[in-house]
Structures are given as C-alpha cells and as structure tokens.
C-alpha cells in the first residue's frame, strides 16, 4: 500500500535528464516568448504610467521622462542576454553541490535505563524528577 506522502515524493524525483531536458524547452520556449516581447513591447510615457498605476505609485512629468530612457537602456541590456546561443550549455539547478551535513543513523550502544540514572539524585519510576512547575 502506497501513502499519499511516498506517491508525492515519487513524484517530485524527476530524473535528472528529464530535468535537463525539460529546462532546455523551457528556456527556449522564453527565449521565444522574450523576442516576441522585444518587437511588440515600445517603451513610451504611457507604459510607464501604465505601470505605476499598477504598482500604485505617483510619478511625476520629470520622472516619467527620466525613466523613459532608463527602462530602455534596461530593455536593452536583457535582450542582449536573449541571443545568446545557449543550445549546448547544460541548466544549472544548483552551482553548489548540497550535502547532507547529518551523520548516519546508526544505532551504537548506549546506557541502560538503571546506569542513566544512577549518579541522579532525585529519580521516580525510571525517570529523572525535577522541580515542580506550577
């Protein structure tokens, strides 16, 4: 019988060569998608104001006119990024391996319940008794 917390874990193992490949289709898919983004998209005051309004925030003339050629220069930048050729580079998931830190379980010898409390002083029914707390 299978739980439902072994059949999600199941699921979130993917293969690492199906990892590869599936981030390899997705990256050219947004690098489809970021050209199409790049010849439609037109930086202008109206995005800008656009923009804002959705953030919520109240520029005024002087700082739309600012951030006109800002937010191209930006645009710009990232669409450089998009042509390069990243056909033959593998994703990388994590640059830096992980590694368990934890040791082992393994089960080693350790004292009898008698030999745990035999120095105690204060002991009731196998257990080490304390102050009271209320």
Partial sequence: MVTSLQKNSEDKQEKPEQQKTEAKADAKDNKANA????ASAEINKELIKHVAALAR????EKELEKFVPELKEIINTFSQLN???VDNVEPSFQ?????NAL?????????TNEEALSNAEHKKEGY???PSVM
Avoid: H, Q
């Fill in 83 to 85: 042509k390069v050729n």
């Fill in 57 to 60: 925030l109240k520029l005024t």
């Fill in 128 to 130: 080490f008794k304390g």
């Fill in 103 to 111: 040791r082992d379980d393994i089960v080693e010898k350790s004292f």
């Fill in 35 to 38: 050209s199409a983004a790049d």
């Fill in 95 to 99: 640059p830096v391996e992980l590694k």
